[in-house]
Structures are given as C-alpha cells and as structure tokens.
C-alpha cells in the first residue's frame, strides 16, 4: 500500500502544484491572471499543509523521492513571489528538508556547478 500511497504524492506533485506553478514562470502572463493561478495553488497548498500535520515527511518519518520533488518545487515559490509564511507547516518541511545532509550537499554542489 505504501507504493501506491507514494505514487499519489508524486502523481499530486506532478499535476497540481509543478503544472500549477509552471505558468507562473511566463513573464507575459498577466498580473490578474497571475492572481488566479496563485489561488488556485493556495488551494493545493492547504491540502498539502494538512497533510503534513503532525508528519516529518509527505509519507510519515519516511523521507522519498516524492519529499525530493516537492521540496524543490516548493523552493520555487520565492521565485514567483508566493510566501509559504501562509502555511507554516510547509515552510517547516521546506526548512526539515533543506536541513538533510544529502539535501546540503546537493545546493553546496549545484552552487559550485553554477558559479564555474
């Protein structure tokens, strides 16, 4: 059952928040428009929030790819002026996520990628 549980946060990741926040990214999209997209994502991100009570990680104490995924889409949101201050459950699994060794490494590696 876990399996499927994991391939409904990655199938949820996927169709609603990365395709919801993907034309976000199009500088022609009008300001208005922008506002729509961005409710809508709220929508996504209190489902998301709740889910997270009282959890570490999307399956429990478990991290997983599906965590790996949203934690960088969730990286975006600074980017296209969405504040997860809203929601201080994910702004607290962003922070849990970002605190892993391993998640470390990979931004100290990316940086170093980027500045070469």
């Known amino acids: 059952m876990e399996r ?7 199938n949820f990741i996927a169709a609603e928040i990365h395709k919801g926040l993907s034309p976000l990214f199009n500088p022609k999209m009008p300001k208005d428009w922008q506002e729509v997209v961005k409710a809508n994502l709220g929508n996504r991100f209190d489902h998301l929030s709740k ?3 009282g959890k570490d990680y999307l399956m429990g104490s478990t991290f997983t790819v599906a965590d790996a995924y949203l934690y960088t889409l969730l990286g975006w949101t600074g980017h296209l002026g969405i504040d997860l201050g809203k929601w201080p459950a994910l702004q607290a699994y962003v922070d849990r996520v970002g605190a892993r060794p391993a998640v470390k490494a990979a931004l100290e590696a990316e940086a170093k990628a980027k500045a070469a």
């Open 4 to 10: 499927y549980r994991l391939q409904e946060w990655l």
């Open 51 to 53: 889910s997270l009570q």
